[in-house]
């Protein structure tokens, strides 16, 4: 791969990551603004964990 190349390769995968990080920072600014949504998250997120360790066993 040439090094102009691999240069632009990285330039759009950073531009990609730059949006993900900004579209999460704004679904996760929702769901702790709305107190119904930071609760259904955080149960979800507890049974996951609950799960995982479960299975670790």
């Given at each position: 791969m040439e090094a102009n190349a691999?240069?632009?390769?990285l330039t759009n995968i950073g531009t990609v990551l730059?949006?993900?990080?900004g579209w999460m920072t704004t679904v996760v600014g929702a769901i702790?603004?709305?107190p119904i949504l930071l609760?259904?998250?955080s149960l979800?997120?507890?049974?996951t964990g609950v799960r995982l360790f479960k299975a670790l066993r």
């Open positions: 691999l240069s632009g390769f730059t949006s993900a990080v702790v603004d709305t609760v259904g998250a979800g997120l507890a049974f």
